[in-house]
């Protein structure tokens, strides 16, 4: 589709070896039982950072508007070339006591889970929640490509084109840049 809802919203991404290896610890320590654990990522991520990753990543992108955005997907022609087709209720059905979309109630809830017991369960542990950053999101990108859930983009089509025949000779394709935004 190579677009997006615009929103002025949070996400929240939790990798999930973070959270499997906090679940595990947590639940060796005989101190948490009984306590409740929000096992979510401290740190929320603007909606607009990780649209800008994307774009970043070489995947086309354009924002526009939510509703424009859930007319595409209903009425995508080839719904089976479309990875959200599966989960398309997530985005399209609206939860009757709110108003809201899932994928909005998602989103509304990202600042919405207290963390803390899950922090202080984890002191001294060295499992830390790793930042969302550029560096994690090209893991995921990169991930995502080999499994064939995504194609290279076109970042990466115009790097292998542009690659070294002979291997000794450095490249910039690897080097990482720190981006910065606004939030």
């Known amino acids: 589709m190579e677009v997006a809802p615009e929103m002025n919203a949070w996400l929240n991404m939790t990798p999930v070896d973070y959270a499997s290896r906090a679940i ?101 542990s060295g499992i830390d929640c790793p930042t969302v950053d550029a560096r994690l999101m090209r893991t995921y990108f990169n991930a995502f490509q080999r499994s064939g859930f995504l194609p290279a983009s076109q970042l990466d089509q115009q790097q292998l084109v542009r690659k070294p025949m002979i291997s000794a000779i450095p490249s910039i394709a690897n080097a990482e840049t720190v981006l910065s935004l606004p939030v």
């Open 24 to 124: 595990v610890h947590l639940s060796k320590q005989v101190s948490t039982f009984g306590q409740c654990f929000h096992v979510v990522n401290p740190v929320a991520i603007p909606w607009n950072y990780l649209l800008h990753e994307i774009r970043m990543a070489g995947y086309p992108l354009q924002n526009i508007a939510p509703a424009d955005w859930t007319s595409l997907l209903i009425d995508w022609p080839n719904h089976w070339e479309n990875a959200l087709m599966p989960i398309r209720g997530l985005f399209t059905e609206v939860i009757p006591e709110s108003g809201m979309t899932y994928l909005e109630a998602f989103l509304y809830t990202a600042n919405a889970f207290d963390c803390q017991n899950i922090l202080i369960g984890l002191e001294g």
